[in-house]
């Protein structure tokens, strides 16, 4: 029995990355009856970028739902919302008291964000939580003794931090409290390209929504994927663009072997593939699409799969913290 745990920010409705990356996998492992897993959505770690009570709410909803769209059992899962259980806030800050500046100035997710502004001169908006990002992180993982964390490639180092707090903080309290966690990236899908090419992600609007409808999604696959102007009939690199490394990951080895055949062969245009592609978003995730949006009109129901899940989170939590409380002198509560 292995305890699973993962989650996802309240930035937008999750793209192809974060359901493929994250997503699918988890879930596949937590409906494996071998598996205990703790899904969430990380309300608090989207506080960092978005201060818009009605747009967190939303996008909290529009995470909950693509979970349950994919296949996610409520019942077998815990399933619930970050802020839900504040004691991931408190125990961030215990946690924030183990870790060196000096490591913390070394994350991706920070410095990404550093240059990002910096380029558009506003580095200064880089606030406090962006840069202790990781120590909420961590939180979320210690506080469920979790053993393993399906995630995409670029959390590993968020999950090397997590191992690395929890092992000074036993080394400077001479007690162990916590179980250390293993990320688990799956090696085929742990990089999912954006539209241009660089990683699929929210901030450099390079995502597909494959929730959105046929039209939109049209629209975005021919005005988003830059083509170069090679003749109809002339051969084709299938990894000039992200066309064909797309609809891989959606159709499957075989058809994306076909796909790039016939683009090495000459005689098949980047619209062709473009719209093989699109075939392949539209059809294969129809009944995805279909739940999400059925899902989306009921916030009842998903209220209550949260609040449900909340409480069954806040327990084990509450054990948790209860063990950190007590190493640290403050006692339990
Ligand atoms: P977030 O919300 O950015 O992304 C959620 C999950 O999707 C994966 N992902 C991708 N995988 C493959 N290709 C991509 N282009 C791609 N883009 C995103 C991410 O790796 C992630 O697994 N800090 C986390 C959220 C979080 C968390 C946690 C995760 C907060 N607490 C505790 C695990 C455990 C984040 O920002 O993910």
New binding site residues.
């Given amino acids: 029995m292995a305890r699973i745990?993962?989650?996802?920010?309240a930035?937008g409705t999750p793209?192809l990355?974060?359901i493929?990356?994250?997503i699918r996998p988890a879930i596949a492992q937590a409906n494996d009856p071998a598996n205990e897993s703790f899904l969430f959505i990380?309300d608090m770690?989207s506080l960092t970028q978005i201060k818009d009570a009605n747009a967190l709410r939303e996008n909290t909803y529009a995470v909950a739902a693509a979970w349950m769209a994919f296949g996610l059992d409520t019942e077998r899962s815990v399933f619930y919302r970050?802020s839900d259980v504040p004691a991931a806030a408190e125990l961030a800050w215990y946690l924030n008291c183990f870790f060196p500046v000096s490591r913390l100035e070394l994350a991706h997710s920070y410095k990404d964000k550093m240059a990002q502004f910096k380029d558009s001169g506003a580095a200064a908006s880089v606030n406090t939580g962006l840069f202790t990002?990781p120590m909420?992180?961590s939180a979320?993982?210690l506080l469920y003794d979790a053993e393993q964390?399906?995630?995409?490639?670029?959390?590993k180092q968020?999950l090397e931090f997590t191992r690395d707090v929890a092992s000074r903080f036993h080394n400077a309290m001479g007690t162990e409290v916590f179980v250390l966690p293993e990320a688990v990236i799956q090696e085929s899908?742990?990089?999912?390209?954006?539209l241009d090419g660089n990683?699929?992600?929210k901030s450099r609007d390079n995502t597909l929504n494959i929730f959105d409808d046929p039209k939109a999604l049209k629209k975005r696959i021919n005005k988003e994927i830059e083509t170069d102007g090679t003749a109809l009939e002339d051969p084709k690199d299938p990894d000039a663009n992200p066309v064909h490394a797309l609809y891989a990951l959606i159709a499957g080895a075989a058809e994306a072997e076909h796909m790039a055949e016939q683009l090495r062969a000459g005689g098949y245009g980047w619209g062709h593939a473009k719209k093989a592609l699109l075939e392949a978003v539209v059809d294969g995730f129809a009944a995805e699409r279909d739940t999400f949006n059925r899902l989306m009109a009921d916030r009842g129901a998903l209220d209550e799969a949260l609040r449900a899940g909340a409480e069954r989170a806040e327990g084990v939590a509450h054990e948790v913290m209860n063990r950190v409380r007590v190493a640290l002198g403050y006692g339990a509560r």
């Fill in positions: 745990l993962t989650g996802i920010q930035t793209h990355g974060n493929l990356g994250a990380a770690h970050q990002y909420l992180m979320d993982i964390v399906p995630v995409g490639k670029d959390q968020h899908v742990m990089l999912v390209p954006g990683k699929m992600s």
